[in-house]
């Protein structure tokens, strides 16, 4: 119940709490079978397609959908399916890549600073007001243009950008979780930090620090495919999502090189977002 | 009250500008990092057609033939007085570059943040005062709006609008038109937080006791939205618009590339393909500024809108 | 309550895109109807250009001017000499000219009454002024030469009378009159020819006598021309006298490729330069005029860095140029406008020869060239000696359409006979600092008038540009460079071009991939009389918007 609470304020919700329950919407079942699909596509892309992602028929450039090629095929006669499913590794391993970043250092920071309060608290509060004080995209961008243009710095920019808001979250949660009358027990109990950190505070602030993780999944989708849509992600062959849209729309006439990536990063976002929403009701 | 309030308020601006030189501190260290010795590579660049004297002078100005903390020093004193150095690229002052480009992002985002709230507005009238099935349908549009990443949003915005229905024509970026439609690609992302936050905040004081006495005084629906729940739940939003700040300026570098608007965002791009740390370090280090002023702003002024809120934040920040 | 949403959204989500998708492809033609009017030029009109970019400078003393550059350049001045599209020599400036003394002297005779935009007259001194400018440029101003100017053998200029120039060189110089053609040698004011290079790259001060003046800009968006009312001196070959017909010619810098390309096809703006190539026949077919002059000049293709890893080894050059389909190339990214090279030189050069066999595609033979050097495929497809991979980086020319695609695809067949090519794509400013990197692999895209020119970029030799890293090192490429330059009857000239282009190749110098368009033009059917000289660079002082 008080999780839910914090939540909702953390979102600035302040509707109704509903006891939790595990029922599934249908729209989050096929939520989690996008999302299902899209991790198959990273991890077993092979088993998607059996065409070629960097080779293609180069008699057959710029068809149009089909039967033989979902998406239609490229400039190089490279179906664009393929192109997708390949392209899928980079394009989500990295926006999870950025969200372990910004969950793993802003969760340690989170914690110190609000275990240890004082002077941890006030110098980490001070790098947190930072990292949020730059706009997070000019961030992204500042840190991978000083990295190289690589999609795997892209990711680290990313993961850097969201440092901060983890860091609030954790600190938070940690704040209030300290408070509660349980954990004074405990401590007069002659709990360790250790203990209370491990007994109390993880199990219970691991829920909302998860909801925020899938939400800023779907946030790293985005900024990876903006970056790499820049150009500053991995060259050509290599087929991230935003950097098909990018190549793609210099072809007038062929509209499905842009319209086929940009559906698939929409509705991998909206999936992951619409799983996040599920999991922040269904406490 | 008030000996507390002047004690907030000294601290918070305190915090204030402390945060700035860190963030200079840190974007300056990030920037220098650059692989190899991008400075000099830029300068070399003979495209950039930069006289051996000129050089010799940028070189001298920024102390590059000196190590990194003296560079940070000499870097980080101008700053204070306000000085932001030399491009690398064209041996433009830094300022009047950004102040070039700044009247023309400042329209963009201004339009962008007036659509944004506009939308939001809408949005959450939308969610509470249409039938159920409707109400449920637009509630789920902010969701929508942050899923579309702001580039497909600009490309299908000029596709339809510019070559199909004529609106506004890409040569003329700058025109009205073309600004709305700039604009609308730029306020979409941010109206959705916004519609959230307002959406949660109209469902809690809508709840709350003087609402019911108002609808029993039989004031219409829309009246009581007006005068009595978009002030109250507009609140927690103020907060937001300093993160909304610093999202219309992240997004303005995609926008303004669609559009082809010459502005911050295009000054950023050309400053990361040209390794022109000093143009990075100054739009950065001023978005900064620019993002802890609102922040600062909306902090000093929530105390005396809404006595609710508690000065505790002094020690939460 | 959230149950029922996702279906919505979902159609929200494929009604967009789909809607957008369906106005997409039933495509911009609607705006395009067919030629109007009956053919006569009308006065009047404005005329919007949209380009890339405009991101090196107005410093017209360059050792070689931008494709970008070179379209403004050629609308608000006049040269010596007009080249037409088949490289053919006739009068502008100088109305007539004689060589003597085995073209080692050359008269040059001006038109009477030019005059610069200022008011100033374009007469023998400052024929002469510009000349030196060409020839020796002045390295204390940082003012560099014309880089194709045929300056190692020139001695002196002078004006005999306000309307008489006479050039001497110290040893025959064949390609001097139809240097005068070449879009690097344009007229400009002496004034502005003294100016300190800072000065010059502002373009108010670039003062020139062609048929349009700058009437405004703004640096790096767009730069309006307007013609110049008492013009009456244009190039006798073009057809037309006295002035420019359009008013204005706005050029209008769109960096995106598909936004230049629908902009035009929406009827937003009249022309747009370098289009997507695959792009071209839909346009055609929709009434569009797409200009694809092939200028004089180099075709596309690599200038080869022999001091580099990899490709210091002959095997390695060797096997690039068999390794590489160039039928595949003209198939896939380009369409029937193109044509294969055959040498380095673009097919309309009088010296080209046929030496397509040195290069032919045969993946075989490139592997075999490759294995017995040493190179040994590795677990990966990969070549590898002495533990290192076969591994080079190539950068598309940003200058010409489509090269992305192309190096993408040779990335692709460069990857079959064991080689690994990887992309950097750049832009236009950051291809200045890939070729001051010296890559292994360089595309060039390099026009000239005349062959006698080449002889200054090939070998270090007299301050030349040393494309191959190779500076005095190959002696038969030195001797042979001199000969080209210094000939003195165009039949042995034209044998020595020869030679040179068979050692070039030989020894993979070079990577010759196909004649090269750089200079695309999408031009709307209400726009008629656009001509293009033997540079590729369309010419709107004839041009005319049809009512």
């Avoid at chain 1, 509660?180 to 007994?199: F, K, P, T």
């Avoid at chain 3, 109305?95 to 005779?109: I, P, Q, R, Y």
Wanted: charged residues 15%.
């Amino acid at each position: 119940m008080t999780t839910a609470f914090t939540l909702e304020r953390l979102r600035g919700v302040g509707g109704a709490t509903r006891r939790g329950t595990l029922r599934l919407p249908p729209t989050v079942v096929l939520s989690f079978l996008v999302v299902l699909t899209v991790v198959l596509w990273s991890l077993l892309p092979g088993l998607f397609t059996s065409h070629s992602p960097v080779t293609g028929e180069t008699a057959t450039k710029l068809a149009a959908p089909s039967p033989g090629h979902w998406f239609g095929t490229d400039y190089l006669g490279r179906d664009l399916y393929a192109r997708v499913v390949f392209g899928t590794a980079s394009s989500v391993t990295s926006a999870l890549v950025a969200v372990l970043i910004g969950l793993v250092a802003g969760s340690a920071i989170g914690l110190a600073s609000g275990f240890r309060g004082g002077w941890v608290d006030a110098t980490l509060g001070r790098l947190v007001d930072v990292l949020l004080a730059v706009p997070g995209f000019l961030l992204a961008v500042v840190i991978v243009s000083s990295l190289g243009f690589q999609t795997i710095n892209a990711a680290i920019a990313t993961g850097v950008s969201a440092v901060a808001v983890f860091a609030r979250l954790m600190r938070a949660e940690v704040l209030r979780i300290r408070g509660a009358v349980y954990v004074e027990a405990s401590y007069l109990e002659g709990g360790s930090r250790l203990h209370v950190l491990l007994r109390h505070i993880l199990p219970n602030a691991y829920r909302s620090v998860l909801v925020l993780a899938v939400l800023q999944f779907g946030t790293s989708i985005l900024v990876i495919a903006s970056l790499a849509f820049l150009g500053y992600g991995d060259p050509p062959p290599a087929s991230d999502w935003g950097l098909l849209v990018a190549s793609g729309k210099t072809y007038v006439t062929a509209p499905w090189l842009v319209y086929a990536p940009a559906l698939v990063i929409v509705i991998t976002v909206l999936s992951v977002n619409r799983i996040s929403r599920w999991l922040r009701k269904a406490k | 009250m008030k000996p507390a309030y002047q004690r907030y308020a000294l601290t918070r601006t305190a915090q204030a500008a402390v945060v700035v030189l860190l963030a200079y501190v840190l974007t300056f260290l990030v920037t220098s990092v650059l692989p190899g010795d991008a400075v000099t590579n830029a300068l070399r660049d003979p495209q950039n057609g930069l006289s051996e004297q000129e050089i010799q002078r940028i070189v001298a100005f920024y102390g590059l033939d000196k190590p990194v903390l003296v560079q940070l020093g000499l870097s980080l004193g101008r700053f204070l007085t306000g000085e932001l150095g030399f491009s690398l690229q064209s041996d433009l002052p830094v300022s009047r570059l950004i102040g070039d480009a700044l009247p023309s992002t400042l329209t963009l985002a201004g339009s962008a943040l007036v659509i944004a709230v506009v939308f939001a507005v809408a949005i959450a009238y939308g969610a509470h005062h249409l039938p159920g099935k409707w109400s449920g349908a637009v509630r789920s549009i902010p969701s929508f709006f942050l899923s579309v990443p702001n580039f497909v949003i600009g490309l299908v915005l000029i596709e339809l609008f510019a070559f199909r229905l004529h609106s506004f024509t890409t040569t003329d970026p700058n025109s009205p038109a073309a600004t709305l439609f700039a604009a609308v690609t730029l306020a979409i992302p941010v109206s959705a937080p916004l519609a959230e936050v307002l959406i949660a905040g109209l469902d809690h004081e809508s709840r709350q006791d003087y609402a019911q006495v108002a609808r029993s005084r039989g004031i219409t629906e829309a009246g009581l939205f007006v005068k009595h729940l978009v002030k109250p739940s507009a609140l927690p939003s103020v907060a937001m618009v300093a993160l909304i700040v610093g999202e219309l300026l992240g997004g303005s570098v995609i926008t303004e590339t669609i559009f082809g608007r010459d502005g911050i965002g295009t000054v950023v791009q050309k400053a990361v393909t040209g390794e022109d740390q000093p143009v990075l370090q100054a739009v950065v280090s001023l978005s900064a500024v620019v993002f802890v002023a609102v922040n600062l702003i909306a902090d000093l002024v929530s105390p005396l809108v809404d006595p609710r809120v508690k000065l505790r934040e002094t020690v939460d920040a | 309550m959230s149950s029922a949403l996702w279906p919505r959204r979902a159609f929200l989500a494929t009604v967009s895109a789909a809607t957008a998708s369906v106005l997409l492809t039933a495509c911009g033609g609607a705006t395009a109807t067919g030629p109007s009017g009956d053919g006569t030029p009308v006065d009047g009109g404005n005329l919007t250009f949209l380009i890339q970019g405009y991101d090196t400078g107005w410093v017209s003393s360059k050792t070689s001017i931008s494709s970008y550059e070179g379209n403004l350049w050629g609308q608000i001045t006049d040269k010596l000499v007009y080249v037409d599209e088949k490289g053919k020599l006739s009068p502008w400036i100088a109305e007539s000219w004689e060589e003597l003394n085995g073209a080692k002297e050359f008269v040059l005779h001006l038109k009477k009454g030019v005059t610069f935009s200022d008011g100033s007259p374009l007469d023998a001194a400052a024929v002469v002024a510009n000349l030196n400018a060409w020839a020796k440029g002045d390295p204390s101003r940082g003012v560099s030469k014309v880089g194709l100017f045929p300056s190692t053998n020139f001695l002196k200029a002078e004006a005999k009378d306000a309307g008489t120039v006479r050039v001497t060189f110290s040893s025959p110089a064949l390609g001097f009159i139809a240097t005068l053609g070449y879009h690097g040698c344009i007229l400009l004011s002496p004034k502005t020819l003294a100016l300190p290079v800072e000065q010059q790259a502002d373009l108010k001060q670039e003062i020139g006598s062609g048929p349009f003046v700058v009437k405004s800009w703004k640096q790096g968006d767009s730069y309006v021309l307007e013609k110049r009312k008492d013009y009456n001196w244009g190039p006798a070959a073009l057809g037309h006298t006295g002035p420019a017909r359009l008013d204005t010619i706005t050029y209008k810098v769109i960096k995106d490729t598909s936004v230049r390309t629908s902009t035009v096809a929406s009827g937003q703006a009249e022309v747009a330069f370098n289009v997507e190539p695959q792009e071209i026949d839909s346009l055609k077919a929709q009434g569009f005029t797409v200009g694809t002059p092939r200028y004089l000049g180099f075709t596309d293709g690599f200038q080869v860095n022999t001091g580099t890893f990899p490709t210091n080894e002959l095997s390695v050059r060797q096997a690039i140029q068999h390794g590489i389909d160039r039928e595949e190339i003209l198939k896939t990214v380009y369409t029937g406008d193109w044509t294969a090279a055959t040498t380095f030189l673009q097919g309309n050069v009088p010296e080209a020869g046929d030496y397509s066999g040195l290069f032919k595609f045969d993946p075989e033979a490139a592997k075999k060239l490759l294995e017995d050097d040493g190179w040994k495929t590795g677990a990966d497809g990969y070549r590898v000696k002495d533990g290192k991979t076969l591994e080079l980086t190539l950068s598309p020319n940003p200058y010409v359409p489509s090269t992305k695609a192309e190096d993408e695809l040779i990335s692709q067949q460069l990857k079959n006979i064991g080689i690994k090519v990887n992309l950097k794509v750049v832009d236009v400013a950051g291809y200045a600092a890939v070729q001051a990197s010296h890559p292994p692999l360089y595309q060039t895209s390099r026009s000239f008038v005349d062959v006698g020119t080449v002889a200054g970029v090939l070998t270090s030799q007299n301050n030349g540009e040393d494309w191959f890293r190779l500076g005095t090192s190959d002696k038969k490429l030195n001797e042979l460079s001199t000969a080209v330059a210094t000939a003195s009857d165009r039949d042995t000239r034209k044998k020595v071009a020869g030679e040179i282009q068979q050692h070039v190749l030989e020894q993979g110098y070079f990577i010759p991939l196909n004649q090269l368009v750089q200079r695309l033009y999408l031009i709307s059917p209400k726009v008629q009389g656009v001509q293009y000289n033997g540079l590729a660079y369309a010419n709107f002082y004839t041009a005319w918007i049809a009512k």
